[in-house]
C-alpha cells in the first residue's frame, strides 16, 4: 500500500521559510518522480514544483522559481520543498505526488500516481 505523508507545514510571516517534508512508502521511491502542488481557498490545484525519478532535473512554476527548491533522498524515501521568502500570495494546502519513472509532463496533476494529504502552510502579511 502506498503512503505519501507531507509534513512541515505551519503558520510563518512573509519573508520567512519553511521546509516540507513527504515521506513515501510501499513503492520503490528511487524509481519515481516527485512533485509538489498547492491548492489556494476557491482556487483549482497548482504546480509547484517537481523532480525527475534521478533526481538530476527539477521544475518549478514561474512563481515560486528563484525561491523554492526541490530535493529527492532516496536513502530515506522522502521529497523536500524548501520555501524560502514566502509571501502571502503562497497560502495554500501543499500536497505531495508520485510518478512511476519519468514524463516530461510532471507540471500535470494527471502524471501522477499517488498523491498525500496536505500540509497546511499560511503566510501572514
Known amino acids: 500500500q502506498v503512503q505519501l505523508v507531507e509534513s512541515g507545514g505551519g503558520l510563518v510571516q512573509a519573508g520567512g521559510s519553511l521546509r516540507l517534508s513527504c515521506a513515501a512508502s510501499?513503492?520503490?521511491?528511487?524509481?519515481?518522480?516527485m512533485g509538489w502542488f498547492r491548492q489556494a481557498p476557491g482556487k483549482e490545484r497548482e504546480f509547484v514544483a517537481a523532480i525527475s525519478w534521478g533526481g538530476a532535473n527539477t521544475y518549478y512554476a514561474d512563481s515560486v522559481k528563484g525561491r523554492f527548491t526541490i530535493s529527492k533522498d532516496n536513502a530515506k524515501n522522502t521529497v523536500y520543498l524548501q520555501m524560502n521568502s514566502l509571501q502571502p500570495d503562497d497560502t495554500a494546502e501543499y500536497y505531495c505526488?508520485?510518478?512511476?519513472?519519468?514524463?516530461?509532463?510532471?507540471?500535470?496533476?494527471?502524471?501522477?500516481?499517488?498523491w498525500g494529504q496536505g500540509t497546511q502552510v499560511t503566510v501572514s502579511s
Open positions: 510501499g513503492l520503490t521511491f528511487s524509481t519515481y518522480a
Open positions: 505526488a508520485s510518478r512511476k519513472f519519468g514524463s516530461n509532463r510532471l507540471r500535470y496533476e494527471d502524471e501522477y500516481d499517488y
